[in-house]
Nanobody
């Protein structure tokens, strides 16, 4: 089974930046990291899970939630089995647990999450 481990979260002041990383392993089904679409979700206190950004498995395509467009950037390094989320100009509304997700058809894997807190 695929395992995902997020890192890079922490406390940051409004307007600051963080880069989240998600390291993937356990591709034992014959598929590799490059076969999966990768996504970042977040869950803020009292709110539903929200899709923040995604990046495709083949020819690279990216999507972002309207709330983060122009400030966040998702990327992947297939040779490292890692997906990143660069977060700039952070707002207090970005405070949440951020989760990495790997998706391939019906396959759906999640990490444990990393806490991001934006506060002065």
């Amino acid at each position: 089974q695929v395992q995902l481990v997020e890192s890079g979260g922490g406390l940051v002041q409004p307007g600051g930046s963080l880069r989240l990383s998600c390291a993937a392993s356990g591709f034992t089904s014959g598929f590799t990291f490059s076969s999966y679409d990768m996504r970042w979700y977040r869950r803020a206190p009292g709110k539903e899970r929200e899709l923040v950004a995604g990046i495709t498995s083949g020819i690279i395509g990216r999507m972002y939630a309207d709330s983060v467009k122009g400030r966040f950037a998702i990327s992947r390094a297939n040779a490292k089995n890692t997906v990143y989320l660069q977060m700039n100009s952070l707002k207090r509304e970005a405070t949440a647990v951020y989760y990495c997700n790997a998706l391939r058809f019906s396959e759906d894997y999640w990490g444990q999450g990393t806490q991001v807190t934006v506060s002065s």
